[in-house]
Structures are given as C-alpha cells and as structure tokens.
Nanobody
Framework: AVQLAESGGGSAQAGGSLRLSCAAS????????MGWFRRAPGKEREVVAT???????TYADSVKGRFTISKDNSQNTLYLQMNSLKPEDTAMYYC?????????????WGPGTQVTVSS
C-alpha cells in the first residue's frame, strides 16, 4: 500500500524558509507522479507543485520563484524548499502521489504538516 509521511513543517517569520520532506513507500519511485498541495483555513485545497519523470515540474503562480520541488529517487523522498515565505503561505501542506498513465487513479495523501508564517 502507498504510504506517505510529511515532516518539516512548523513556524517561520515572513521572509524565512522551511523545507518539507515526504517519505514515500509502497511504490517504485518513477511509477508515480508526486506533488505538494495545501489547504488554508476556510479555503479549498490547492496544488502547490508537482513533479513527474516525463512532464517535469509545475508550480502554482503564487509560489513560482519562491518554492522548489525536488525528489530523491534513491530514498523515494519528495521535498519542498520554501523560501521568502509569506503569511498567505500559512496552511496545512499535504504530500500526494498518483500512479502514472492511469486516467482514473486518485491521488494518495499523507496526513499533512502545518506551516505557519507570521508577519
């Protein structure tokens, strides 16, 4: 079974940095696309960044130039480096994985890690 476990959340000042990690298991590293999503209080969950071995990386406009998604296939671990943090980045951040080339497959989710940015 796919298992995802996030770590690295916490509190930061505006302008600061945090690095999130997601330890993945239950699938071969290149058989799944992976990504980071977030849900802020009172808002819908939104995609932050995704990575796929064929299509590369994508970012939400709100984080372009500030966040970087990366993956260590040898450890099957996904990262999100978050720089120049803003209060509006405050949210629960979720790691997700979805089988590639599978039209009807759903995302698998980790339990989430809280990020709080103060001004």
């Amino acid at each position: 079974a796919v298992q995802l476990a996030e770590s690295g959340g916490g509190s930061a000042q505006a302008g600061g940095s945090l690095r999130l990690s997601c330890a993945a298991s239950g699938f071969a590293p290149n058989s799944y696309s992976m990504g980071w999503f977030r849900r802020a209080p009172g808002k819908e969950r939104e995609v932050v960044a995704t990575t796929d071995s064929d299509s590369g990386t994508t970012y939400a406009d709100s984080v372009k130039g500030r966040f970087t998604i990366s993956k260590d296939n040898s450890q099957n671990t996904l990262y999100l480096q978050m720089n120049s943090l803003k209060p509006e980045d405050t949210a629960m951040y979720y790691c997700a994985a979805r089988r590639r080339y599978c039209t009807y497959c759903s995302w698998n989710w980790g339990p989430g890690t809280q990020v709080t940015v103060s001004s």
